[in-house]
């Protein structure tokens, strides 16, 4: 049974630093809206880190689609370029403590739940990694109120206060929460 139809976004880019920025954000928003906080981190630690391969690594030149897909129980980043060479992955064991690079993918694969690479026709290639997507949550029931205490039961020092409501239930109606971001 299909509970959830698949789920696509994707952009084009130059892979420079400020737009890498621009992307990570893109992708936050969009499993923000997909209600995916949980993988908000970690989507976004893994897609940086694939366009700064593509920043510094990619030839003939730094074009590239960042693409989300998410799926019934998984979640799809992937980022296509233009440069046929695979990349080099060695033992991050054999990278010195202050080298500044040779990490990103030992990166991609601690956060991912699987990675990996392939040939995207004769001009690029498609550098790819898994997040496991967070079952929806099944609504809980509201919890019951509580009966109102008898004086017996009401502790002797009070701290605050209590207001008591009329048995009817009408309370002062709240102005709804806004958000400060527009749009």
Not at 21 to 30: M, P
Not at 52 to 71: F, G, M, S, W, Y
Not at 117 to 144: C, D, I, M, Y
């Amino acid at each position: 049974m299909i509970t959830h139809p698949s789920r696509h976004c994707a952009v084009e880019l130059q892979a420079l630093p400020s737009r890498i920025g621009q992307v990570r954000r893109i992708v936050s928003a969009q499993l923000r809206y997909w209600h995916l906080d949980p993988l908000i981190d970690r989507a976004a630690l893994g897609v940086t880190e694939l366009l700064t391969n593509v920043h510094r690594h990619a030839q003939p030149d730094k074009t590239c689609t960042v693409e989300i897909e998410l799926l019934l129980d998984h979640l799809i980043v992937s980022v296509h370029d233009h440069d046929p060479r695979l990349p080099v992955v060695g033992d991050i064991a054999d990278v010195a403590t202050t080298a500044t690079c040779g990490r990103g993918l030992a990166m991609v694969a601690a956060v991912s739940e699987s990675w990996g690479v392939r040939p995207n026709g004769e001009s690029g290639k498609v550098v790819w990694f898994t997040l496991p997507a967070p079952q929806p949550a099944t609504p809980t029931p509201a919890p019951a109120r509580h009966p109102r205490r008898t004086a017996a039961e009401k502790p002797a020092h009070r701290f605050v206060t209590e207001v008591e409501h009329p048995v009817d239930g009408h309370r002062p109606q709240h102005a709804p929460a806004r958000s400060a971001v527009a749009g």
